[in-house]
Each structure stands twice: as C-alpha cells, then as structure tokens.
C-alpha cells in the first residue's frame, strides 16, 4: 500500500489539475518545527475551502490538527488558514457535495473513513512557527 501511495499516486497526483481537479499546496508543520508542503484536492462549497483526508498517509492532517495554523498556495498565491475539522452536519453535508467515487476507493485499496478539513483565512499575519 505505501509504494501504491508513494509511487502511483506520487506520481499521478500532480496531474490532476490537468483533468479538472483542482489542487492546492498545503504547508503543515511538524512537532520539530518542519513544515512540509503537500499537494491536496481542494473543494470549495458556500464560500468554504475544503481539503479531504482519504488516503492511507495521513500525516499532513495529523500535524494540520496539532497545529492548525497552515500555509496555503492556491493558483500561485499564497496565504495563511486555520485548518478546522469538520464533523457533524457539516461533515455529512460536505461529505455528501463531493463523494470519493468506487474507482478512486479502489485504486487507494479501500482507506479507513474520510476526514475533511475547512480552511478558514487567518485573520493574523503570524509566520508559521
């Protein structure tokens, strides 16, 4: 699974934007003060931005939910969010907008249940730590 996740979608993954998926850089930081930039499916509804976890790396949503202050770059800009997770109505109403289809669940050999993110701009002009 982990050479599945490193190798076929490593290397698939940036392409996705070419076919209508629209992608984002997530900047995440680690306990040791590391931040890492990852590139995620981003899904906007009602003015929200959304990033979901459904592979079986989850690292960067680990360190997003330890510290939520995340760097984002979106079509070359790039700003400071709080990542929010998102449970409950919200879940099952985002959830619900933008479903994983079988193929894709297939192809990531059936990962543990989603978890989804919201973005929420930051209102401070804080560095990442």
Known sequence: MVLFEAGFLGYYQPKLESTGIPM???????????STP???ARFE??????????????GWYREAL???QVRVEIDGV??????VQVDG????????RF?????AR?????????????LDPATSTEELR
């Open 24 to 34: 984002l850089v997530v900047n995440t930081t680690d306990e040791a003060g590391e």
């Open 89 to 96: 109505e919200e879940f099952q109403d985002v959830a619900t």
């Open 45 to 58: 509804t009602d003015g929200d931005l959304y990033v979901s976890a459904h592979h079986w790396t989850r």
């Open 99 to 103: 479903p994983i289809p079988f193929m």
């Open 106 to 118: 297939f192809l990531m050999g059936f990962p543990p249940k989603r978890d989804i993110l919201r």
């Open 38 to 40: 990852r590139r995620l």
């Open 66 to 68: 330890k510290n939520p």
């Open 78 to 83: 790039t700003a400071d969010y709080i990542a």
